[in-house]
């Protein structure tokens, strides 16, 4: 039939990471997600109970790509047990004319956190206020430490301040980081102490129920919601989503099933507040319109970014020659 | 982190086939989705209107197998006019312990012939009635081939009857099939023609309107419906299913969305009437009680039978030490 392109993590690593373009390319999906013009359908869910694991697929298509991803990832809890990471997962890329496999993308998940680190600097680039930002990061996880990353392509972060739950991995997280950027990073005691001196927060937990309240928001402050990609999870209050002036989403209908939004509506918020970064980006909805405005970003992650990050790697993998070719 | 084993049609053609061991594989999955110990989401589909395709998405957690497969099916339906087959396809094994990818199957849909050429056999198994057969073949694809082959493995076929709307393709079945097994295959004039001599009668078309009426019922017929998998499809008039004394299916969710049932449901049919291939294989529901019974089964194709002929395949690869091996 043809060949195949067999990559492994180590082949996208060198393939693509945090730069512009990958950023770029993040950032155009959300105005096709949003004029509805991607094919993006409900994310398919296998559960493992006897496993304590789940198998969650995304993808779309969208128009003009040449290539549509398919994304299995899988969370196995209790795999910490056995010495293995919960998370993983590989993506498989048809050609969109043909439908015929083209690539095979063994990242073990690498791509879903890189897209997932650019999508907040996408949220915080059109959302944050302008200048320079202190950052702050609650949770110190991968996510955490991409979002900061991240967030230096699209804004100049003079300082960072980081809560975790494990306050070890918040020092460990802090000391690093201020000795590998030069930005001075410390740990905060509480999660209102972050808020109540950064400009840019990035959420980043599994948290169940709320980290931050609407009490802890301050006027400019911009939020990029990370965490919550299914029913049973939730960092924000309802309160911080009805209060803040901007209330933006990567789905409504994601965020609205699997996101912020969830608890928000269910508190009476009204869905027609809300609006889709891709609005924002193609400037179909103002976003900020003040200097004191808090803007809110739920990101529950979707397929159209996977498409777009795997489009991207899969050519670069080509022009770099990586990857073991197959004739199938 | 491991290993994956990347597999090709041409490995996975040679590891198996319409075997019996193949046949009891895909046997033992219809009482597990009947159970409910199947984790079995609807199918997922990605449209890709441009190019006149689809892409679905079909997996299966089954309690006790060792590999969890996620089957992506591509139809493009323009391929043709490029010299390519409309459908297409691959599958994912992960290993259902720890979601870690096991191995990747690009066998271009032959699992899916092949597991759904078996699920007909073991339809016929259960339902049809015993001894010598003639088998009646609507339809001249693949899968017509497929259902005759398989119906060999349960049933001691003496005779055969095909009618295709290509009346040359339905001509070159039959003397294909005709020389090569010394089965003597005819090509009837009309449906009703193979209705009125067949015992056991499969149907293999994309047909959009019935082809097979309660008319051409006569006691003792088996009927296998394998062509409707879409909302538009249908081979079997609402009557068809409302006058057999046995309409079965391989998911009565599925069946009523995509299969036979949807059109019947419409027309009256009381859903309480329809039972599991898998009821009838674990005695939960008699089944045929007579030589006089009409009996039907539609397929619609469950990521059930995925999973188990993957499982089958990938564990004969390793026996044969068939496949290329690519450390991820």
Not at 55 to 65: C, E, R, T, V, W
Not at 88 to 100: A, H, N, Q, R, Y
Not at 252 to 279: H, N, P, T, W, Y
Request: glycine share 10%; net charge negative.
């Amino acid at each position: 039939m043809g060949e195949i392109r067999v990559l492994t993590e180590s082949d996208l690593r060198q393939a693509v990471g945090l730069g512009l373009e990958e950023l770029a390319a993040v950032e155009a999906v959300y105005p096709i997600i949003s004029s509805g013009d991607a094919s993006m359908p409900p994310i398919m869910r296998i559960d493992v109970p006897e496993h304590n694991g789940e198998i969650d697929i995304k993808s779309a298509y969208l128009p003009g790509y040449p290539g549509i991803a398919v994304k299995l990832s899988a969370g196995f809890f209790d795999n910490p047990d056995r010495g293995l990471p919960s998370l993983g997962g590989l993506m498989v890329v048809l050609d969109s004319e043909t439908g015929i496999p083209q690539s095979a993308l063994f990242d073990n998940g690498y791509l879903t956190d890189l897209r997932t680190g650019l999508a907040g600097a996408v949220a915080a680039k059109h959302l944050a206020r302008e200048g320079e930002v202190v950052m702050g990061v609650i949770g110190a996880g991968v996510q955490a430490l991409l979002q900061f990353k991240a967030l230096n392509l699209v804004r100049n972060v003079t300082r960072g301040l980081i809560w975790a739950r494990r306050s070890e991995a918040a020092r460990r997280f802090a000391d690093e980081l201020s000795s590998t950027t030069g930005i001075e990073f410390t740990v905060a005691e509480n999660v209102a102490d972050v808020l109540s001196e950064a400009d840019v927060v990035a959420t980043t937990t599994p948290a169940t129920s709320p980290l931050v309240d609407a009490s802890m928001l301050r006027p400019g402050l911009h939020i990029t919601a990370v965490g919550s990609d299914a029913e049973s999870k939730q960092e924000l209050d309802a309160g911080v989503v009805m209060t803040a002036e901007v209330f933006a989403c990567d789905s409504i209908a994601q965020s609205a099933r699997l996101g912020e939004l969830r608890a928000a509506l269910d508190a009476g918020f009204d869905k027609a507040g809300a609006v889709e970064l891709g609005q924002i980006i193609d400037a179909s909805s103002p976003g900020r319109t003040s200097e004191d405005d808090v803007t809110v970003c739920d990101l529950t992650g979707t397929g159209a970014q996977d498409t777009a990050i795997a489009s991207l790697a899969v050519q670069r993998c080509m022009e770099l020659g990586l990857g073991t070719t197959i004739d199938t």
